[in-house]
C-alpha cells in the first residue's frame, strides 16, 4: 500500500472517529442559535455558540446528516473554542478555500480537520463538509461590533 493509502486510510478512521465520538454535541443555554440545512442530501445542523469579549467560548452542535456532515461539525467546534471570533472566521475562510481545491494557508495547524482533505475530491460533498463553518460563519457574522 502506498503512503496516500495509508494516509487516506488515516483519514478515514479520523473522520468515522468524529462522527461515532461526536466532539461538543448538544447545545448551550442562552447560546448563540444557528440552524442551517442541506437540502440537496438531508445534512441539518442546529450550533450553539457562546460569544463573551469577541472570543468564542463554547460551540456545541446537534443534527443528523452524512458521516462528513457529523465529523466536520465536531471538528470544526473543537477548533473554534477559545478563538478569537476574527481567527474562527479566518479558519473557515481557510478550510473553504481547502474543500475547493484551492491554496490555503497552512501556517495554522488545523488538526483533525486536515482529515477532511480528500473531500475537495467528491464535489456532492464539499457542502456537507461546509455545513457546520457556514453556520458558524454567519452566527458570528450576526454578532453586533463590541
Known amino acids: 500500500m ?3 493509502g495509508n494516509l487516506d486510510s488515516l483519514y478515514r ?3 468515522m472517529d468524529h462522527y461515532k465520538n461526536p466532539r461538543n454535541k448538544g447545545s448551550i443555554e442562552d447560546g448563540l442559535t444557528i440552524d442551517m440545512n442541506n437540502p440537496t442530501c ?3 445542523i ?3 455558540l457562546q460569544v463573551e469579549d469577541g472570543k468564542v467560548t463554547d460551540a456545541k452542535f446537534d443534527g443528523e446528516g452524512c458521516s462528513i456532515s457529523m465529523a466536520s461539525a465536531s471538528m470544526m467546534t473543537q ?4 478563538q478569537d471570533t476574527e481567527t474562527a ?4 475562510g481557510i478550510f473553504s478555500d481547502m474543500m475547493l481545491g484551492k491554496d490555503y494557508d497552512d501556517s495554522i495547524d488545523l488538526g483533525d480537520i486536515e482529515a477532511l482533505q480528500g473531500v475537495s475530491k467528491f464535489p456532492a460533498r464539499i457542502k456537507c463538509a461546509t455545513l457546520a ?3 458558524m460563519e454567519k452566527g458570528i457574522s450576526s454578532q453586533p461590533e463590541n
Not at 477548533?79 to 477559545?82: A, D, H, M, P, W
Open 2 to 4: 502506498s503512503f496516500n
Open 13 to 15: 478512521q479520523v473522520i
Open 42 to 44: 438531508g445534512d441539518r
Open 46 to 48: 442546529h450550533l450553539t
Open 79 to 82: 477548533t473554534i473554542k477559545g
Open 89 to 92: 472566521l479566518k479558519l473557515a
Open 133 to 135: 463553518w457556514k453556520a
